[in-house]
């Protein structure tokens, strides 16, 4: 069963969401269902909470550059290892 929701956001993060749903050919709705259905996911709290305490101190502090080639960069990795 679907509920209605009001929200309230800055217009320009509204106008920003509304053009990126667009160019997705998805509806704004259907884009923040998803969102939190990812947020409240059991599965990914259960996961979250086997990690080792330093692992999980370490989750989400290493930023990688915007234009990083992680393919790419895994494949030099290796390459020097083996050849």
Same mark, same amino acid.
């Given at each position: 069963?679907? &509920?209605? $929701? &009001?929200? &309230?956001?800055?217009?320009?993060?509204?106008?920003?969401?509304?053009?990126?749903?667009?160019? !997705?050919?998805?509806?704004?709705?259907?884009?923040?269902?998803?969102?939190?259905?990812?947020? &409240?996911?059991?599965?990914?709290?259960?996961?979250?909470?086997?990690?080792? =305490?330093?692992? !999980?101190?370490?989750?989400?502090?290493? !930023?990688? =550059?915007?234009?990083?080639?992680?393919?790419?960069?895994?494949?030099?990795? $290796?390459?020097? !290892?083996? $050849?």
């Amino acid at each position: 069963m679907n &509920t209605k $929701l &009001t929200l &309230t956001i800055e217009e320009k993060i509204i106008l920003r969401a509304k053009e990126y749903a667009k160019d !997705k050919n998805r509806s704004l709705s259907d884009i923040i269902e998803n969102y939190l259905k990812t947020l &409240t996911k059991e599965e990914n709290n259960r996961d979250f909470k086997k990690l080792n =305490p330093v692992v !999980k101190s370490l989750k989400g502090s290493f !930023k990688m =550059p915007k234009n990083m080639d992680y393919k790419k960069e895994l494949q030099n990795r $290796l390459e020097e !290892k083996y $050849l």
